[in-house]
């Protein structure tokens, strides 16, 4: 017997619409997904390379980098390798109080315009303390200490509390968890254990001078604030020949491992001003045992919130959360539930995201001649904020 056919027709093309959309949906969000991964991997300055990688137009890769890559709420900008520097990375806690408050203003002529080489400064909600992320060149380690204290002497600050990092890290962006179209994280909790992964390069704190030079640090600069320059346009903007800015991105910042890759990042309640969506928080663990340092760093990578992880040499941890308010809940007892034989040796601390401040690259304190510089607090010295989300 011959195969009998049916064919089904309809006079309206418009049925078949959703299930159109659906496939231009997931085919939109394939290339999404293809193009950060080919960013973290390359950078996103060198539009023709990653169509080469990607299959996508150039027109198109400069579209969604230039213009689409912020309409979904995410933020580019580069890791800078501090131990290539020559720095020595470390957690600082100020604790302002009474009338020091206002220290944490840039331009009052506080503490926040006299302590430098700071990278990261967030405010614990609630109270009168500070913590800073910063990256000091080492030999001026003890120095720098010195000077901090002598903030307390002057009354600029009431207290302060500085740890050495022996490493830090940048897990990288998890595209696969994240909604493009509706700008926010999707995790599924019930699969969250299958995508532990630890990803992206650790920098660890070195004791010697680095060979950077002042067209270095400006490259990183400029990078750091908009991967999307092209050489040629840092080369203008640093008055320095084309070739030369060339010539030491190619031999210093990518052969001499100056980078350690490229960062996206999460910014929607940054960027819209809605900061109260979002929990900004660190969790602390000490006294860790030789076998106990890999729950906590297990745990935290599997969750796409972390952005910032960093140690010590006697085993304490920090993990560096941005935790959509929709998500956190579920967050803390994942945590909770996955740190239950840790419970004694963490805390966590909540920051206020209004308050958090990224700053750039200190290539102010880079002197052509002289190298990396720490002045005295009668010096005028201002951190460069960095171009907020």
């Excluded at 020595?88 to 430098?116: E, K």
């Excluded at 500085?162 to 990288?172: A, D, G, H, K, M």
Aim: proline letters at 4%; charged letters at 25%.
């Amino acid at each position: 017997m011959e195969p009998e056919f049916i064919f089904l027709f309809t006079s309206d093309p418009v049925s078949f619409s959703p299930i159109m959309s659906e496939f231009e949906r997931l085919q939109r969000r394939n290339q999404d997904y293809v193009l950060l991964e080919t960013i973290k991997q390359v950078g996103a300055s060198n539009y023709s390379l990653i169509a080469r990688l990607t299959g996508l137009n150039p027109e198109t890769v400069r579209y969604k980098v230039s213009k689409q890559l912020a309409k979904f709420g995410l933020d580019l900008s580069i890791n800078v390798n501090y131990s290539e520097l020559g720095f020595s990375m470390g957690l600082l806690t100020i604790t302002a109080g009474g009338s020091s408050n206002g220290g944490a203003v840039a331009g009052a002529g506080g503490w926040l315009d006299r302590v430098q080489y700071l990278l990261i400064m967030g405010k614990y909600v609630g109270t009168d303390k500070y913590v800073c992320l910063y990256g000091i060149p080492y030999r001026f380690k003890k120095k720098y200490l010195e000077t901090i204290s002598a903030l307390k002497q002057k009354g600029l600050i009431e207290d302060f509390e500085s740890t050495e990092l022996y490493w830090i890290r940048y897990p990288p962006f998890r595209s696969e968890l994240y909604d493009f179209d509706a700008k926010s994280w999707t995790v599924d909790w019930r699969k969250i254990d299958g995508t532990a992964q630890e990803a992206g390069v650790t920098s660890f704190s070195v004791n010697r001078d680095s060979k950077v030079d002042e067209v270095d640090l400006k490259i990183l600069r400029y990078l750091g604030e908009d991967p999307t320059s092209g050489l040629a346009k840092i080369g203008k903007e640093i008055n320095a020949n084309p070739r030369t800015v060339r010539y030491h991105h190619t031999e210093h910042v990518v052969k001499g491992n100056l980078m350690l890759g490229n960062r996206i990042r999460w910014v929607v309640p940054f960027r819209e001003g809605a900061t109260s969506q979002i929990m900004q928080l660190i969790f602390c663990f000490k006294g860790l045992g030789q076998d106990e340092i890999a729950t906590p760093r297990k745990l935290f990578n599997k969750l796409p919130f972390t952005w910032l992880e960093a140690g010590t040499e006697d085993r304490r941890y920090y993990a560096f959360l941005d935790i959509p308010i929709a998500h956190f809940h579920d967050t803390m007892k994942y945590i909770e539930a996955n740190s239950e034989t840790l419970r004694n040796k963490y805390e966590m601390t909540m920051l206020d995201p209004s308050r958090t401040k990224y700053l750039s690259l200190p290539d102010h304190m880079f002197d052509k001649n002289l190298g990396w510089r720490l002045f005295g607090l009668t010096d005028d010295v201002k951190e460069t904020p960095r171009n907020q989300p």
